[in-house]
């Protein structure tokens, strides 16, 4: 792993350059060379991947305003990137969305490959009865249902409008379900002063970065992802992989799993009332809970298994190591 040392432009700069020299002097010992994301770095990986003659393999992890189209608009040189993103050998998209947004954007239609994240499914799994309440009981939770949210506490993750949801609930449910919040990020301090401002210390648990968060999935009654953007998110994996329904806005990647699986709600309102609504749902109808949930992990296990997505992966490397060297 290459450091960076300044979180600046210079930091930057010297990574870039760090990089160059780090792929030019050992880069042919490498098979395939994998990049996540679009930018700078991800252009320069495509065009030193020509140069020594090494498969690049590009990830797009993302869809509507945090899509390749968006993403490209926001770099320096823009117009020389979207020319250079066009030149991976291959696209991993984890979603039909995606695919649908790399066409729009101009890639080659031959060298999308269909690839979802994948799931530790014998670590995401549920838990017994005896084990949720020993968790529970560790936690300061007993007796208590549990909504949890994990991922990085940014603008795209639509906290703001999650936490005014829950003010909207009636006390009766502040007293018997409490919020989870498990992340960290730019978003904190507001998300700290809003439940503050709303008195929702007793109902709302903001948790902070965990290295693992499976013990929260498991005493997990439900999950939510109220995202303005996503790609195929690994917490929703991760939450139905281990057996919790999920709550999600209508956002592409995450809302045909969800659909398929039938194991939660799809929301087409992002706003406070939307979400209020959708919790509401299954605070009246908690007997569907577990029903959904096991639909959820029925899914995961057929279709986004780590083995199963490991070797789609190994799959596509081996083809470009015969092909495109």
């Known amino acids: 792993r290459l450091p960076r040392f ?12 760090s990089l160059t020299y780090f792929l030019l002097l050992y880069g042919r010992r490498f098979d395939v060379w994998h990049v996540h994301q679009i930018g700078v770095t991800a252009c320069l990986a495509i065009i030193l991947g020509k140069l020594l003659r090494c498969p690049v393999v590009f990830k797009l992890t993302g869809t509507g305003s945090i ?8 770099l320096p040189l823009s117009s020389a990137c979207r020319c250079i993103s066009k030149y991976a050998n291959a696209y991993i998209c984890p979603s039909l969305q995606t695919i649908e947004e790399a066409i729009a954007f101009g890639l080659n239609q031959s060298r999308l490959f269909l690839i979802p994240n994948g799931v530790d499914c014998d670590e995401y799994r549920p838990v017994t009865a005896d084990e949720r309440a020993t968790i529970q009981k560790e936690y300061g939770l007993s007796g208590k249902s549990v909504v949890l949210f994990v991922g990085r506490l940014s603008p795209q993750k639509n906290l703001q409008s999650l936490i005014q949801a829950w003010s909207k609930l009636s006390e009766v449910h502040h007293r018997d379900w409490t919020l ?19 008195q929702l210390h007793s109902s709302v648990r ?11 999935y498991q005493i997990a009654d439900l999950f939510i992802l109220p995202s303005l953007a996503e790609g195929l998110s690994n917490a929703l994996l991760e ?11 209508n956002v592409s990647g995450v809302e045909e799993t969800v ?13 406070p009332d939307g979400l209020s609504d959708s919790l509401q749902y299954f605070f009246d109808a908690t007997s569907t809970l577990q029903t959904m949930g096991l639909r959820g992990r029925e899914l995961v296990l057929k279709e ?17 190591c015969q092909t495109d060297r």
């Open 67 to 74: 899509g390749i189209e968006s993403e490209i608009r926001k």
């Open 180 to 198: 989870v919040l498990v992340g960290d990020g730019p978003d904190r301090a507001t998300v700290q002063n809003l439940i503050q401002r709303h």
């Open 259 to 271: 659909a398929r699986a039938n194991c939660g709600l799809i929301t087409s309102n992002e706003k």
């Open 239 to 249: 939450a139905m992989s281990t057996g919790v329904p999920v709550i999600i806005t």
């Open 206 to 216: 903001l948790i902070g970065q965990q290295d693992n968060a499976l013990h929260w």
């Open 304 to 320: 986004f298994s780590l083995p199963q997505i490991t070797q789609k992966d190994i799959t596509l490397y081996r083809d470009l």
């Open 6 to 17: 300044l979180d600046n432009y210079l930091g930057a700069l010297l990574f870039k350059l």
